[in-house]
């Protein structure tokens, strides 16, 4: 589909015929614009020669056709690169940091907080001393060892064993809930 199939012939007549002769002089202009603008906010082409082609059609609408076809078309080519040169200045993009962090993201955060409810369930679901010391490690205010220690009355060396022990039983009783892919990425 092109430009020449959406221009309504009652709503300008001849605009087939004034679109198909600028059409080329309209695409050169548009491209020498962007190209020239370099130094500045990047222009796109395809958008520039959009933008032409909308006040032509609203010209041709109202007052008709140029009566100095090439002159207009590089005067509106360069308007429209001002405006849209002096529009990308002061546009500041919606939330860039959530692109750079998608722990940001809304998406990421939902999916975030199901992970932990379904690690806090099945933490729920060891055996007593075992849920007691992950939900211990797992607490927000990050406590060290130590504290850890002294909060459940065991020795501080016996922490780490335990822990490996309890994450060994965790795993496995994961392991059982979810199948694991066979190797090579095929699924049962």
Do not use: N
Not at 39 to 49: F, K, M, R, Y
């Amino acid at each position: 589909m092109t430009l020449l199939d959406h221009v309504p012939a009652a709503a300008a007549p001849g605009a087939p015929a004034v679109v198909r002769a600028l059409y080329p002089l309209v695409s050169a202009e548009a491209m020498a614009e962007a190209a020239a603008s370099a130094t500045g906010p990047a222009i796109e082409p395809a958008d520039l020669e959009q933008s032409v082609w909308l006040r032509l059609l609203e010209r041709l609408a109202g007052e008709g056709p140029p009566a100095d076809s090439a002159r207009w078309v590089r005067d509106c080519v360069r308007a429209e690169a001002r405006r849209a040169r002096r529009t990308a200045r002061f546009e500041r993009p919606y939330r860039d940091e959530a692109a750079a962090d998608p722990a940001g993201c809304p998406e990421w955060m939902a999916v975030g907080a199901d992970e932990r409810r379904a690690l806090r369930a099945a933490v729920d679901r060891l055996p007593a001393r075992c849920a007691r010391l992950l939900s211990a490690m797992l607490a927000p205010s990050d406590p060290t060892y130590r504290e850890i220690a002294g909060k459940l009355g065991m020795s501080q060396g016996s922490l780490g064993p335990v822990r490996s022990r309890c994450l060994g039983c965790l795993r496995r009783m994961l392991a059982a809930e979810v199948a694991a892919p066979e190797p090579w990425g095929k699924e049962r």
